[in-house]
């Protein structure tokens, strides 16, 4: 039916073609709140998809604490707790390749003072020096200056670290999963401090 312009038709004419076009309407309407729900329905089997994705098991390394734990860690706290182990181990093995026995090593530089990256106004004496690392100076000092820079790094009651009896070097670390450790000295009863991983600085 030629309709032409709205504006001439009759109000009778105006149901009736409403009347006509509202099953296409209807049907518009229709597949548009299907795709809705059909999308709906993909997201929560996205999801559900994901959160059913087994869990990686613990690394062997892990203590029995952090195996208990490790169900309810996120992703990325899996992530950063493995990067930060494998750093660790990277840091410890880098440092006995470093490691020096005496002054006459290959690798062994000159003694003198050094200080620390986050503490310049402090410093003390190496008896040598090892080869740098990632540009930081590794100094090898006696249990006396070890001892010192425990002490003048003590903040009231939070230590870095303590020289036993025994001679072990104990290094305070709370704050990560494998707890405290210790530096063991050499035969000749010196500690190689790049065995700390901590940032230190040669001086002239």
Same mark, same amino acid.
């Given at each position: 039916?030629?309709?032409?312009?709205? $504006?001439?038709?009759?109000?009778?004419?105006?149901?009736? *073609?409403? $009347?006509?076009?509202?099953?296409?309407?209807? +049907?518009?309407?229709?597949?548009?709140? +299907?795709?809705?729900?059909?999308?709906?329905?993909?997201?929560?089997?996205?999801?559900?998809?994901?959160?059913? #994705? %087994?869990?990686? %098991?613990?690394?062997?390394?892990?203590?029995?604490?952090?195996?208990?734990?490790?169900?309810?860690? !996120?992703?990325?706290?899996?992530?950063?707790?493995?990067?930060?182990?494998?750093?660790?181990? /990277?840091?410890? !093995?880098?440092? #006995?390749?470093?490691?020096? =026995?005496? &002054?006459?090593? /290959?690798? &062994?530089? %000159?003694?003198?003072?050094?200080?620390?990256?986050?503490?310049?106004?402090?410093?003390?004496?190496?008896?040598?020096?090892? *080869?740098?690392?990632?540009?930081?100076?590794?100094?090898?000092?006696?249990? *006396?200056?070890? +001892?010192?820079?425990?002490?003048?790094?003590? =903040?009231?009651?939070?230590?870095?670290?303590?020289?036993?009896?025994?001679?072990?070097?104990?290094?305070?670390?709370?704050?990560?999963?494998?707890?405290?450790?210790?530096?063991?000295?050499?035969?000749?009863?010196?500690?190689?401090?790049?065995?700390?991983?901590?940032?230190?600085? #040669? /001086? =002239?």
């Amino acid at each position: 039916m030629d309709t032409g312009d709205d $504006e001439t038709m009759t109000e009778a004419e105006i149901d009736a *073609e409403f $009347e006509r076009t509202q099953p296409i309407g209807n +049907a518009i309407n229709a597949l548009y709140r +299907a795709e809705q729900i059909m999308a709906e329905v993909l997201d929560t089997i996205d999801k559900e998809s994901t959160m059913s #994705q %087994p869990i990686p %098991p613990p690394p062997d390394w892990a203590s029995d604490v952090l195996r208990r734990m490790w169900p309810t860690l !996120t992703d990325a706290d899996r992530d950063a707790l493995i990067g930060d182990h494998d750093n660790a181990v /990277l840091r410890e !093995t880098a440092a #006995q390749l470093r490691r020096t =026995d005496s &002054a006459d090593s /290959l690798g &062994a530089r %000159p003694g003198g003072m050094f200080t620390l990256d986050s503490s310049p106004h402090l410093k003390w004496h190496a008896e040598r020096f090892e *080869e740098p690392w990632n540009g930081w100076a590794t100094p090898v000092v006696t249990r *006396e200056t070890l +001892a010192n820079l425990f002490a003048d790094l003590t =903040d009231g009651d939070d230590s870095p670290g303590t020289v036993q009896e025994d001679g072990r070097a104990l290094v305070y670390m709370p704050d990560y999963e494998d707890g405290d450790y210790f530096i063991e000295p050499d035969g000749d009863g010196l500690y190689h401090l790049a065995e700390l991983g901590w940032t230190f600085d #040669q /001086l =002239d």
